[in-house]
């Protein structure tokens, strides 16, 4: 039977099998349309209009931008598929913009990337992909997905500097079982000389590195746009309720920060702890951000319970290592009780759960962080 499946694990010849292609406008996914074209894939490339751009962020590293949008058009051109502009702007700033700002102002550390994800790009797109009658949703991220008897699961990507299974654990099992993700079993380079032999003009296209809404990396800039009465002084306290000093505004810190703090003591001094409610930040030393257990919430499951049940990897930030741990498991919630010491953890950043077989590290699920 399995002779019979396509190279996305469909049952249909790829001359049957309609495709939609999320196109940002850089090389990967650039990459994988033409990849699904030159396979013989009937390929519609979609591009997400998420801003109104300015000067400011036509001209910034990000991704999204007028800028992106003309160069996957003149790619969908190239490869002679068809191509449509989906205008979101709206559905951004409620879904993604607005839960960045309310998330630094409660004192917590967002991932707007993967709140995209969650509700523009996987739940959005994916009902107008269906109304396209699509059999599946293609893009260019790093990951890797497996299907077998019609289940997909998510695995790390083998290019481990570009792998993205942390931002997508939020992904839902229908989403999954519809998405593809073909650059997972690639490295960055291959995916460029893919580009090149397909005569993409973004073949060497630099990669986006800002998040697409914070020109320059500025994320005061964005909340002071949008909540210009966010920026309120405030106390700065050590561990002991002493006063040391005053701060222009928690937006201005993250968990375990240690510059423009702007107070000394005997040792360097981190973010311990933000509280919102009071308006106040705690600092003290490194020692002080040392955390072995993790609260979660809004749990996605994406794997048997039972696979729960023994030892599992996490990673507790997008640029962290996996760290053996196991979980105690409530309806709604959970604890993650690490086997090693961890620093810095902050509420708003996303647990996403892993375990290793023979195909590599699959993505059991995760949540979100929350205070203890």
């Not at 650039?30 to 490339?45: L, P, R």
């Not at 707007?112 to 109304?131: G, S």
């Not at 650059?183 to 580009?195: F, I, Q």
């Not at 810190?253 to 705690?282: C, H, M, W």
Request: proline content about 3%; hydrophobic content about 35%.
């Amino acid at each position: 039977m399995n002779e019979k499946l396509n190279s996305i694990g469909l049952n249909k010849e790829p001359k049957n099998t309609k495709v939609v292609v999320a196109m940002s406008g850089g090389v990967d996914s650039s990459t994988v349309a033409g990849i699904m074209k030159k396979e013989g894939y009937k390929v519609i490339g979609v591009t997400l209009k998420l801003s109104n751009d300015n000067q400011e962020t036509f001209q910034s590293k990000q991704c999204c931008t007028g800028q992106d949008i003309m160069d996957a058009k003149r790619v969908a051109n190239k490869l002679d598929i068809d191509h449509k502009i989906f205008y979101y702007q709206d559905k951004f700033k409620k879904g993604v913009i607005d839960n960045f700002v309310d998330s630094y102002l409660k004192g917590e550390t967002p991932i707007p990337c993967v709140q995209c994800n969650q509700t523009v790009k996987f739940n959005d797109l994916f009902h107008e992909t269906k109304k396209l009658n699509a059999d599946a949703l293609i893009t260019g991220h790093y990951v890797k997905s497996i299907t077998v008897d019609n289940e997909t699961n998510m695995y790390k990507a083998i290019d481990e500097k570009r792998d993205q299974s942390y931002f997508l654990f939020n992904t839902t099992r229908e989403q999954l079982n519809f998405l593809r993700f073909p650059l997972g079993s690639m490295l960055k380079n291959e995916t460029r000389e893919v580009a090149k032999r397909l005569n993409l003009n973004v073949a060497d296209k630099p990669d986006s590195q800002d998040i697409c809404f914070v020109p320059n990396g500025n994320y005061s800039s964005v909340i002071k746009k949008f909540r210009p009465d966010s920026f309120q002084k405030g106390n700065i306290k050590d561990i002991n309720g002493k006063v040391l000093g005053v701060h222009e505004g928690i937006i201005n810190f993250t968990i375990g920060q240690r510059r423009g703090i702007k107070v000394s003591d005997k040792e360097p001094l981190y973010v311990i702890e933000i509280n919102a409610d009071k308006n106040e930040i705690v600092v003290g030393p490194r020692r002080y951000l040392i955390q072995k257990k993790i609260k979660l919430k809004n749990l996605n499951i994406l794997c048997k319970l039972e696979e729960l049940k023994d030892d599992i990897l996490v990673k507790v930030r997008s640029t962290g290592k996996l760290i053996k741990a196991n979980i105690d498991l409530n309806k709604n919630d959970a604890y993650i009780n690490l086997k090693e010491d961890e620093y810095g953890i902050s509420p708003g950043q996303a647990c996403v759960f892993y375990s290793k077989n023979k195909n590599g590290f699959k993505v059991l699920g995760g949540g979100w962080i929350t205070k203890n």
